[in-house]
């Protein structure tokens, strides 16, 4: 095993196992609204249209403070925020069993919101310092795949939780709140003194390591500097900041479209809550093969355009199919394509911003990229409840996100792929 194989070996196993489950608990934390609803809507007398508010309205305050608090990462150090954020955001998270109407849950949801923002684009944000960008697609595929495996295990989780109905005085719906908020604050403590602000400051690694490191991320940045832009305001008006960002719009509806509905799709069926749980589990856990699987297709093509846009189009058809789709069969393998198609786009997509963003430059462009997407956190389950409201179904709301998922591939073909293209990664494997 030659030095390149052996620190990014070292790097991946110290750091990526933590990173996940970061962002498997926020995941959690933020979607377990979706299988709580199946008793949370009646006690509350949500309406889907409340529903789908309650869901998205998670997002203003999300949007409001995302750029804000990225910027205070790339300042006090990401060991320091990322530990705020996650103990912040657990202790609100918690409190959400203790809404009593739907007021009352939307200015939870809002709080949340402003907890936990920063966090996704923050940790985008820190792999790019550790990982050189020949190895950032299959790193942020691992990273990434936190998403799908947070209903993965948090769905079943979460429905069995539900029948702890009438413990202590508390319903099933807030002792998934209560108790899905516990490891946020513990690992809020746990990042805190586990997690390493910059390979200078790892002596984790030996010091030949440490240096091959350093100076391989520096070539990284010669390159952004020769190419890229680094201020705050350059990265704000930077064409393909703009356009990363539309494209970030229709990959959160897609996600969220998932997230948020796919528990309360399968329970139409007549399954219980179990059967529920475990059922919208399965789309989620192909979407997490297929992350981590095209995710290391593309490092080893060096390419990432049409790593974005071929997964894209397969989502478009899995929308189509679950719309027009009456069987659970169908429309599960339907979902089961949206998903793989959504989630495999997002490696390749989050390796693109660092390729011509850097420093301080980096950390807005970045969370500037997911707050403009983050829009689409507000519209597609405000949109997806409304649908089902006043038409009965959520075929339409299918529809118009497999359309949303159409215009994100469209997007993708003005990226230049001359601009874009990264040599071919060593594997960790030979």
């Known amino acids: 095993m030659d030095l390149e194989q052996q620190v990014m070996k070292r790097v991946m196993f110290r750091l990526m196992p933590v990173l996940i489950i970061c962002y498997l608990i926020s995941y959690i934390d933020r979607s377990n609204l979706a299988v709580a609803a199946l008793a949370m809507n009646r006690e509350l007398g949500l309406s ?3 529903y789908g508010f309650a869901a998205g309205i998670f997002f203003l305050g999300y949007v409001i403070c995302e750029i804000p608090s990225n910027i205070f990462l790339s300042k006090l150090g990401a060991r320091l925020w990322i ?43 820190y792999i790019s310092f550790w990982f050189p960008s020949t190895y950032r697609a299959r790193a942020f595929g691992y990273f990434l795949v936190a ?5 993965v295990i948090g769905a079943p989780v979460s429905a069995s939780i539900l029948y702890m109905d009438g413990v202590g005085g508390l319903s099933g719906w807030q002792w998934v709140f209560v108790i899905e908020a516990a490891p946020a604050v513990f690992f809020a403590f746990f990042c805190f003194f586990f997690l390493t602000d910059t390979p200078a400051q ?27 832009r680094g201020e705050i305001m350059a990265a704000f008006v930077h064409p393909r900041v703009w356009l990363l960002s539309l494209i ?37 856990l192909a979407g997490a093969i297929s992350m981590i699987v095209w995710g290391r297709k ?20 899995g929308f189509a199919i679950a719309a027009e789709s009456d069987t659970v069969t169908l429309k599960m393998i339907g979902l089961g394509l949206a998903a793989c198609g959504t989630f495999a786009s997002l490696p390749p997509f989050w390796s693109l911003p660092p390729m011509f963003l850097k420093g301080t430059g980096a950390a807005a462009g970045i969370a500037m990229i997911n707050t403009i997407g983050s829009l689409a956190g507000f519209g597609a389950p405000y949109l997806m409840g409304y649908v089902k409201q006043h038409t009965g179904s959520y075929a339409l709301g299918l529809m118009i996100i497999g359309a949303s998922a159409l215009s994100a591939a469209v997007l993708a073909l003005r990226i230049r792929s001359d601009e874009l293209a990264v040599s071919r990664a060593a594997q960790f494997d030979r």
């Open 147 to 151: 998403i799908p495996l947070s209903i």
């Open 48 to 50: 889907p249209t409340d």
């Open 83 to 125: 530990s705020r954020i996650m103990l912040t955001w657990g202790l609100l998270s918690g409190a959400m069993a203790f809404a009593v109407g739907a007021k009352s849950l939307f200015t939870l949801r809002v709080l949340l919101g402003i907890a936990e923002a920063g966090l996704f684009p923050g940790l985008i944000y």
């Open 298 to 317: 593309s490092d080893r093509a060096g390419e990432r355009k049409l790593h974005l846009i071929l997964p894209l189009l397969v989502a478009v058809a």
């Open 202 to 228: 790892a002596t984790w690694l030996d010091e030949p390591e440490r240096k091959w490191l350093i100076a391989r991320l520096a070539r990284d940045v010669e390159h952004v500097e020769s190419h890229g």
């Open 248 to 284: 970030n719009v229709a990959l959160i509806a897609c996600s969220y479209g998932c997230v948020f509905f796919l528990p309360l799709i399968v329970s139409e069926f007549g399954f219980s809550k179990m059967q529920t749980g475990l059922i919208t589990a399965l789309p989620f």
